[in-house]
Structure formats: structure tokens, C-alpha cells
């Protein structure tokens, strides 16, 4: 019974973002998204280059 309401609040969530993706985007900024996501490309970068010093 868990697994079904799970299953359904995951489709209903896709749905969700599917048919508002527009206002969802203009509600949050597609700028501040667009910064988030190059924040956690240099934090990537950073985190990698810290494990090959590390290493070797």
C-alpha cells in the first residue's frame, strides 16, 4: 500500500512538473536556477581537483 501512494505521488509529481514546467520556472527565476547549477559544476571541478591532489 506504501509503495502504491509513493508510486503515485512520484507520477503525480512528474505530471505536476510536466504540464507547469513555464510558471514553475518563471515563479523561481530561470537565473537563479541557472546559477545554482554553475555552482554545483565548481563545486564538482573543486571537489575533483582536491581528490587528484590527494592521490597523486
Known amino acids: 500500500m506504501i509503495r502504491i501512494i509513493s508510486l503515485l505521488l512520484v507520477v503525480s509529481g512528474i505530471y505536476i512538473g510536466m504540464q507547469y514546467k513555464e510558471p514553475i520556472l518563471e515563479l523561481l527565476g530561470q537565473d537563479s536556477?541557472?546559477?545554482?547549477?554553475?555552482?554545483?559544476?565548481?563545486?564538482?571541478?573543486?571537489?575533483v581537483d582536491k581528490l587528484e591532489q590527494v592521490q597523486g
Open 33 to 47: 536556477l541557472d546559477h545554482v547549477e554553475d555552482v554545483l559544476k565548481n563545486g564538482k571541478e573543486a571537489i
